[in-house]
Antibody, heavy 121, light 110 residues
Framework: EVQLLESGGGLVQPGGSLRLSCAASGFTFDNYAMAWVRQAPGKGLEWVSAISGSGGTTWYVDSVRGRFTISRDNSKNTLHLQLISLRAEDTAMYFC??????????????WGQGTQVTVSS | QSVLTQPPSASGTPGQSVSISCSGSSSNIGSHSVNWYQQVPGTAPKLLISNNNRRPSGVPDRFSGSKSGTSASLAISGLQSGDEADYHCATWDGSLNAWVFGGGTKVTVL
């Protein structure tokens, strides 16, 4: 059974940092690209970043490029998202999601339950 | 403002059919396949339709997707109370080099 379990969210002040993690199980982790998708309170879904199965290719939405860094540790079946210079508009539930292919394919055939990030003073 | 445009709400009585539209442009829907996700408030999204019209295992055939030009649609037939949820469309945008979503449509069963 595929399972994705996020952690690392919390309350942080503007300008602060956080590191989100997503522990994966139930599939061959390095065979699939992974993504982070966020959802601000009462809003729709927003794709944030993605990484290929090997970790060699990354993609970012313009609003987070230079502030967020996606990475993966295939030896530990874990996906990470480093968030720095956080802004109020980064407040959201952050979901990790699995793709169906090593370099993309269909986004989100499986999703984690999410971890909440709140940026506030 | 979302790149893909969906109506904010749709509704129907049990047994009726509901259709949700998703409008985009040549750089997204016009060039790439569309996925649909179902999200019960407070829970994670679930893939409902992939590649415009493919249902993952376990998704009832009451749900169907289609695409024409720069628009896509999700149809729900035989509406049930358990179908009350938010529905999101998404695809890759070749100009933005990013996945883009619609704003979501809340389906209410009256």
């Amino acid at each position: 059974e595929v399972q994705l379990l996020e952690s690392g969210g919390g309350l942080v002040q503007p300008g602060g940092s956080l590191r989100l993690s997503c522990a994966a199980s139930g599939f061959t982790f390095d065979n699939y690209a992974m993504a982070w998708v966020r959802q601000a309170p009462g809003k729709g879904l927003e794709w944030v970043s993605a990484i290929s199965g090997s970790g060699g290719t990354t993609w970012y939405v313009d609003s987070v490029r230079g502030r967020f860094t996606i990475s993966r540790d295939n030896s530990k079946n874990t996906l990470h998202l480093q968030l720095i210079s956080l802004r109020a508009e980064d407040t959201a539930m952050y979901f990790c999601a699995k793709y169906t292919m090593p370099s993309g394919g269909t986004l989100g055939d499986f999703w984690g339950q999410g971890t909440q990030v709140t940026v506030s003073s | 403002q979302s790149v893909l445009t969906q109506p904010p709400s749709a509704s129907g009585t049990p047994g009726q059919s509901v259709s949700i539209s998703c409008s985009g442009s040549s750089s997204n829907i016009g060039s790439h396949s569309v996925n649909w996700y179902q999200q019960v408030p407070g829970t994670a999204p679930k893939l409902l339709i992939s590649n415009n019209n493919r249902r993952p295992s376990g998704v009832p055939d009451r749900f169907s997707g289609s695409k024409s030009g720069t628009s896509a649609s999700l149809a729900i037939s035989g509406l049930q109370s358990g179908d009350e949820a938010d529905y999101h469309c998404a695809t890759w945008d070749g100009s933005l080099n990013a996945w883009v979503f619609g704003g979501g449509t809340k389906v209410t069963v009256l």
